[in-house]
């Protein structure tokens, strides 16, 4: 009997361990298959830049952008080259590809508030809208400057104006500025958030142009004004900045003097200004009494907050009117709507997080490995500690590198506490955005943003021990990623990381690189025949240095991932297709970002440090006589071989 159930056990406990291996096995064709498309995709414009006319072995350079003049003017879109920038501009395109798709809270308030942004100056066909100035569209969008529509239609205002208009009874500076202030527009003070903390502080570079540039800002506003109009408003406003930015001497009484010289945190609270500046700003963000009770007050550089609001208690409200309104047209240009990405960052990087956009072509347990590999072999904190030459580098190099490990766990647990879902549903879930009113709707997610910086810790984005500047570099890795693969990664950010680094500076090599390569020069230059071997300048003689030592060191990382790599996209049948293989594609990806850019220095740059390659000759089986196979290479240290 027991042996009877074991013939049956056997089998059943066979198919348990075969079928999920199985169904690992579909996941991960799976995802190759969205990655072959790209690669091809990828390797298709490699062999489309080249002219087979010219002989790789010949001049690389002119061999690998041969074409590129005509796939620049292609017709179909698909046949078009990509940009040069391969970071921001990458970033920039996926947004505003996929922004329609995004299904979070916070994501879906951002797209909506892009396409609001670009549909400001749309005109409909069956229903035009009036054609109305930007500082129109302002006035009549922000709800706190709604009551004032008409006399705002008169800004900027003059004495008389200001007079008939009976304007210091209607628009009070303090209460106005502050409410935009609460509203993520500083104006005259700047008061920002961490955990539990209220920090008050002077704007720190208080905008403050020249008189012509306050004249060339206000030109759509006072169109068709006698040119004394803007002169006068222009000078006004800039004696106002100035005073307040400390360029300009200042008048007081003798008893605000002795006041002042109290100095302190008490100051800010004694001024009435200043008082009914912070009483209207904590109501508009409806702040409870306990949150501002129990809050930390920092007020920085109480000196020049000090010396700010003197010159605002001495100045005519009308100017600091017009001050405060020019600031708001200025701040809410948005010319370029990509801006509100940047922004509005954290937002973005929680609906990047949930991984919707990125899961039909990129599975996250690929991503961590992918970028597992990435922080392991490039991060540059490590390499800049190592390049110090001091004695714990040294005695202690595993140390050096030990923080870089178990990144996606680290991933998983900063994104947790920083990227929380629930947490930013919570503080942006009472947003109701409303229809064709960027304006508004921007201050809204402005004011949203400034109140969940209250309960949430200080992060600074540059800061390689926080948080968020690990989940931002992954996030911005896996855009890049699926744009362009991994041998493009390397031809970009790879060799860019290794030129930064002071692991490649070598005086001694610099001085014989420069010897061998004059050498070489007057061996080999033929004008006619032979223009790749030029003379160099000492400046070129630089660059192409470091351009060998950083590519030798991205050529060698770049050999380093393919042996470890399993992914589909990266099977040697689909560069054989195309004729390649992994020991030709580096050079031509590399080649190729310096195409059709200063092609003279570019193309002394490429080949006179391919030349000196013996990876190069043996990648291209170049002859003995080649052009780029001199007999004598420069350039390598036999220690490191």
């Known amino acids: 009997m027991s042996k009877m159930r074991w013939q049956w056990q056997l089998p059943m406990l066979c198919l348990l361990i075969i079928k999920p291996r199985s169904l690992h096995s579909e996941e991960t064709a799976e995802s190759g298959r969205f990655f072959t498309e790209i690669y091809k995709r990828n390797l298709k414009q490699i062999v489309e830049l080249r002219n087979a006319t010219i002989e790789p072995c010949d001049d690389f350079y002119a061999h690998a952008c041969g074409n590129f003049g005509h796939l620049a003017v292609a017709e179909e879109p698909?046949?078009?080259?990509?940009?040069?920038?391969?970071?921001k501009q990458d970033r920039m395109e996926f947004f505003m590809a996929q922004h329609v798709n995004f299904k979070t809270l916070p994501g879906k308030a951002l797209s909506q508030l892009y396409t609001q942004c670009k549909q400001r100056r749309e005109q409909h066909v069956f229903r035009p809208a009036p054609r109305i100035s930007h500082w129109q569209r302002i006035v009549h969008q922000l709800p706190m400057m709604a009551p004032y529509k008409q006399a705002l239609s008169f800004w900027p205002f003059l004495p008389y104006q200001w007079q008939q208009l009976r304007l210091d009874e209607q628009l009070n500076w303090v209460q106005l500025s502050a409410q935009l202030a609460a509203h993520g527009v500083p104006t005259l003070l700047h008061i920002y958030f961490a955990q539990e903390t209220i920090y008050v502080a002077s704007i720190g570079n208080l905008p403050c142009p020249s008189l012509q540039g306050f004249r060339r800002s206000l030109a759509s506003v006072l169109h068709g004004s006698h040119p004394q109009v803007s002169?006068?408003?222009?000078?006004?406003?800039r004696v106002l900045c100035r005073g307040m930015r400390g360029e300009l001497p200042t008048t007081t009484t003798t008893e605000s003097t002795t006041e002042s010289e109290g100095g302190g945190q008490e100051q800010l609270t004694l001024d009435g200004n200043t008082m009914d500046y912070f009483q209207h700003f904590f109501a508009q963000l409806n702040f409870t009494e306990e949150m501002l009770s129990?809050?930390?007050?920092?007020?920085?550089?109480?000196?020049?907050?000090?010396?700010?609001?003197?010159?605002?208690?001495?100045?005519?409200?009308?100017?600091?009117?017009?001050?405060?309104l020019?600031?708001?047209?200025?701040?809410?240009?948005?010319?370029?709507?990509?801006?509100?990405?940047?922004?509005?960052?954290?937002?973005?990087?929680?609906?990047?997080?949930?991984?919707?956009?990125?899961?039909?072509?990129?599975?996250?347990?690929?991503?961590?490995?992918m970028y597992q590999l990435h922080t392991t072999r490039f991060q540059q904190l490590r390499r800049s500690k190592l390049s110090r030459r001091d004695w714990y580098g040294y005695m202690l190099?595993?140390?050096?590198?030990?923080?870089?490990?178990?990144?996606?766990?680290?991933?998983?647990?900063?994104?947790?506490?920083?990227?929380?879902?629930?947490?930013?549903?919570?503080?942006?879930?009472?947003?109701?955005?409303?229809?064709?009113?960027?304006?508004?709707?921007?201050?809204?997610?402005?004011?949203?943003?400034?109140?969940?910086?209250?309960?949430?810790?200080?992060?600074?984005?540059?800061?390689?021990?926080?948080?968020?500047?690990?989940?931002?570099?992954?996030?911005?890795?896996?855009?890049l990623v699926l744009q362009r693969p991994m041998y493009h990664y390397y031809a970009t950010q790879g060799l860019q990381l290794w030129r930064?680094?002071?692991?490649?500076?070598?005086?001694?090599?610099?001085?014989?690189?420069?010897?061998?390569?004059?050498?070489?020069?007057?061996?080999h230059y033929d004008l006619e025949l032979q223009d790749i071997y030029r003379p160099l300048a000492s400046h070129e003689v630089d660059d192409v240095f470091k351009f060998y030592?950083?590519?030798?060191?991205?050529?060698?990382?770049?050999?380093?991932?393919?042996?470890?790599?399993?992914?589909?996209?990266?099977e040697q049948f689909v560069l054989q297709f195309f004729g390649l293989d992994e020991h030709r594609v580096l050079f031509y990806a590399v080649a190729q970002q310096m195409c059709n850019r200063q092609d003279e220095i570019f193309a002394?740059?490429?080949?006179?440090?391919?030349?000196?390659?013996?990876?190069?000759?043996?990648?291209?089986?170049?002859?003995?006589?080649?052009?780029?196979?001199?007999?004598?290479?420069?350039?390598?240290?036999?220690?490191?071989?």
């Open 78 to 87: 698909e046949d078009a080259l990509p940009p040069l920038l391969y970071n």
């Open 231 to 237: 002169r006068i408003v222009a000078h006004e406003m």
């Open 294 to 324: 129990e809050a930390r007050k920092l007020p920085l550089d109480v000196a020049r907050i000090r010396q700010a609001w003197q010159v605002l208690r001495y100045t005519d409200p009308r100017i600091i009117v017009n001050y405060v």
């Open 326 to 369: 020019w600031q708001v047209q200025q701040e809410l240009r948005y010319e370029d709507c990509y801006v509100l990405a940047q922004e509005f960052e954290r937002l973005l990087h929680v609906e990047y997080w949930q991984w919707h956009v990125f899961r039909s072509q990129l599975n996250r347990n690929v991503a961590f490995a």
């Open 397 to 479: 190099p595993e140390e050096v590198e030990r923080k870089e490990l178990q990144v996606a766990r680290l991933l998983q647990t900063h994104a947790q506490h920083y990227l929380n879902l629930i947490e930013h549903e919570l503080h942006y879930g009472a947003l109701e955005l409303q229809p064709r009113s960027f304006y508004s709707n921007l201050l809204q997610l402005r004011r949203a943003q400034l109140r969940h910086s209250f309960v949430s810790p200080f992060v600074d984005p540059e800061d390689v021990q926080q948080p968020a500047y690990f989940l931002r570099h992954f996030l911005h890795f896996v855009q």
């Open 500 to 523: 930064q680094s002071r692991l490649l500076e070598d005086t001694d090599g610099y001085y014989t690189a420069l010897d061998c390569l004059q050498r070489q020069t007057e061996q």
């Open 549 to 570: 030592r950083s590519f030798q060191a991205a050529l060698r990382d770049y050999h380093f991932w393919l042996e470890g790599e399993r992914f589909l996209f990266a």
């Open 604 to 641: 002394a740059q490429l080949n006179r440090g391919y030349m000196n390659l013996p990876e190069f000759q043996a990648a291209f089986n170049c002859s003995a006589d080649a052009a780029m196979n001199p007999a004598a290479k420069c350039m390598i240290n036999q220690c490191e071989k």
